[in-house]
């Protein structure tokens, strides 16, 4: 279980079914409210950029609703994912 938002930055990002997503960078946060939002994941996988249709970018930005859990690893749900690059 996490405790402090800090520490899931830097942790291992993989899909319900165990692929290999990439590595949580930042995570994101709604300043007025104080919810969290989604995660920034960096160093992203070349597979999960084809298995959700966009070319290689820096990053993606993760709604969320899509974390299933957060322990030594986040997992994703398996949905269809609608990938936004990140800046």
């Given at each position: 279980?996490?405790?402090?938002?800090?520490?899931?930055?830097g942790?291992?990002?993989?899909?319900?079914?165990?692929?290999?997503?990439?590595?949580?960078?930042?995570?994101?946060?709604?300043?007025?409210?104080?919810?969290?939002?989604?995660i920034?994941?960096?160093?992203?996988?070349?597979?999960?950029?084809?298995?959700?249709?966009?070319?290689?970018?820096?990053?993606?930005?993760?709604?969320?609703?899509?974390?299933?859990a957060?322990?030594?690893?986040?997992?994703?749900?398996?949905?269809?994912?609608?990938a936004?690059?990140?800046?």
């Amino acid at each position: 279980m996490v405790s402090r938002l800090s520490e899931i930055t830097g942790k291992e990002v993989f899909t319900e079914d165990g692929a290999h997503v990439g590595t949580v960078e930042d995570v994101v946060i709604d300043p007025e409210t104080g919810k969290v939002l989604g995660i920034l994941v960096s160093n992203v996988e070349e597979s999960f950029w084809k298995r959700v249709g966009v070319d290689k970018a820096k990053g993606v930005n993760v709604p969320y609703m899509a974390v299933k859990a957060v322990g030594d690893i986040v997992i994703l749900k398996n949905i269809v994912y609608t990938a936004r690059a990140a800046p």
